[in-house]
């Protein structure tokens, strides 16, 4: 039986190697390392199918130095210690030390992780993760520590049309039959940016055809065979974006009956309760905010429920709180003024601290004029009194807009009682 599509199509070389342009493109952080013939420890952050392990292993055929490989699921302690052993042993004076990569490194326990310690802080291994996780809060702090994270991105629609390009004419099995790429839009919507998901739908749309037929691909032709073999793209179960979007959306749109729905999908599918239980904390603060501040103390609660309990109880802690999230009125007037304030910061740099209100714990920053002329906000009439907060250069912007909510409403008026006219809308 043959390799799958993806694996006969994997790339060997840095060349080859498609996508990630910001990581491996000229002049690139990693590339220059490559180069150079000298990498430290990093984990590899991104969705699935955008080159994670293929990037870790061209590396290895790079550097030419012993490459082990551990998976986070059939692995042990006792795994870990026994690569790190023979990857000790196996190194000799002045070498590059071997690459030792993990996948799915989010998996790892804490006494797994722990167990890598040594060995990467000493150099016996150069460590390689990779992870669909958010390292900050799957890695731990000592082990984040010692390596540098790079974050990959979904493949983009050039990205993908010269994948489908290469597969067609590289590929030895898919060189012998007659395929013309009518349409591309199906292949690359149903994709997702997922280089892996991509050929795998590829090849299940051409061997549907007869052996000895012409292969015209078609939008509708890849979207009848989805239909008929809704898993056949998804082998390894990353349909997982799809739903958590789902999920999402569905709660920012305050439909609390697919949301559940779409909770029911993941627990079904045996996702982390975890990984759950944080999306509905950001949704609490990205999507119900201010509308109702009670929404994230509950996501919050749910998710501290969810770590005490575990399945198949915790269940109802994240369904409680996916319904109230649904359920509850929608703000994202915070996510908005971060971004914006974030907008400024970058656009305008470092503004000095007006002297008023920076800190003077020396004599020499009180002679400097530092916190001189601060008013003491407690000592006024409503605990509040006019004064500048805001660089010189930047007084008068506003970041903060109220949205149409009655709790929005309540702060507004309570800033329109401070400030006056500065924050009509």
Request: proline content about 6%.
């Amino acid at each position: 039986m043959s390799q799958p599509l993806a694996e006969r199509l994997r790339p060997r070389t840095l060349d080859d190697y498609i996508g990630q342009k910001h990581l491996v493109g000229e002049g690139a952080v990693l590339r220059r390392m490559i180069e150079a013939g000298h990498i430290s420890s990093f984990i590899l952050w991104g969705p699935p199918g955008v080159g994670k392990t293929t990037l870790a292993q061209i590396i290895a055929n790079k550097l030419e130095t012993p490459f082990y490989t551990l998976s986070a699921v059939t692995s042990g302690v006792k795994d870990v210690r026994d690569v790190i052993d023979k990857a000790g042993r196996s190194r000799f004076f002045n070498e590059a030390s071997p690459i030792l990569f993990i996948d799915e490194i989010h998996r790892f326990s804490k006494s797994q992780q722990d167990s890598l310690l040594g060995a990467v802080e000493k150099g016996t291994v150069t460590l390689i993760g990779a992870t669909t996780e958010n390292p900050s809060f799957e890695v731990i702090r000592p082990l984040l520590s010692r390596c540098q994270i790079y974050v990959l991105k979904s493949l983009e629609k050039d990205d993908l049309t010269e994948l489908l390009d290469r597969a067609l004419s590289e590929d030895i099995i898919f060189r012998e039959r007659n395929v013309k790429l009518q349409e591309t839009g199906a292949l690359l919507r149903y994709s997702g940016g997922d280089a892996r998901k991509l050929l795998n739908m590829l090849e299940l749309v051409v061997e549907s055809f007869p052996v000895e037929d012409e292969v015209v691909i078609t939008d509708d032709i890849v979207v009848r065979q989805l239909q008929q073999n809704p898993l056949a793209y998804d082998k390894d179960g990353e349909m997982h974006y799809d739903i958590i979007s789902a999920f999402i959306k569905s709660i920012r749109g305050s439909d609390p009956d697919a949301a559940v729905y779409w909770l029911a999908r993941m627990i079904e599918g045996g996702e982390d309760p975890k990984f759950i239980a944080r999306r509905l904390v950001i949704s609490a603060s990205e999507d119900i905010g201010l509308a109702n501040p009670n929404a994230l103390l509950l996501a919050n609660a749910a998710f501290d429920a969810v770590a005490k309990i575990g399945w198949p109880e915790g269940r109802i802690p994240l369904a409680e709180a996916t319904v109230y999230l649904a359920a509850s009125p929608k703000s994202n007037s915070a996510y908005l003024a971060i971004d914006t304030a974030l907008e400024l910061v970058r656009r305008t740099g470092n503004q000095p601290v007006p002297l008023p209100i920076r800190n003077a714990p020396t004599k020499l920053m009180k002679d400097l004029g530092y916190s001189d002329g601060y008013k003491y906000p407690h000592d006024y009439p409503g605990h509040f009194t006019p004064q500048q907060y805001m660089p010189d250069s930047l007084t008068g912007e506003r970041l903060w807009h109220c949205q149409d909510n009655p709790s929005e409403h309540k702060l507004h008026q309570r800033m329109m009682e401070c400030w006056g006219s500065r924050f009509e809308k």
